[in-house]
């Protein structure tokens, strides 16, 4: 089975704040115990005797809030894009495809930002898993996994409307049940898709860089065409 794991950065209502980020890693089932390996030795850094309870989460890491301003902040920095270096480019292409919708909050005026994104990443991992049907007779189906968020019962409604109704883009075909919401402390790889996402957020909305550079070239893509980064 394929595996999603989203998570959004940036805040729907928040005015201050130009670009709503939902994005996320696209992991085969065989390479998840491999990541997560390698995000506990870049906890264990900051907590040697207990990696657990290190939960590797962007924004906390770069502001050093909820008790990370005890570790300094270059060493922050560089376990942020050791994680998103390990964890994803290290991995790439065999194992990992990055997913991400940027949307631009002012050309959605009266729309519903959450349901625009997941519209867009749901078909396009939906297509992901058809070319590898199509390309490589690949049956296994797909899985989207979600940091607990009070979307979770708005996401669900969408995705089961998706498969039985469609979405503007058609009706999707190869997810095996509705998405499922884990508790971020739990999951590693969902982790992961908060430091891209947020990674994502950083670049469009404030222009920096640090993180994005180490796995933009990692969004899905076929022949030279970018499917997995949409960006409105």
Known sequence: MHLLYLDESGSVSDPTQKHFVLAGLAVFERSTHWIETELNRIAERFAPDDPYSIELHGSPMRSGSQGWSRHPRADRTQAMIDALSIGIAKNHPGSVRLFGAVLDKQKFSGQDIAQVAFEQLSSRFDQFLGRLYREKGDKQRGLILFDKSATERRIQTLARDFKHTGHSFGVTRNYA?????????????IQLADLVAYGTFRHFEHQDSTYFDSFKHCFDSEGGVVHGLYQR
């Open 177 to 189: 049940e509705v998405p499922v919401f884990l508790d971020s402390q739990a999951s590693r790889l």
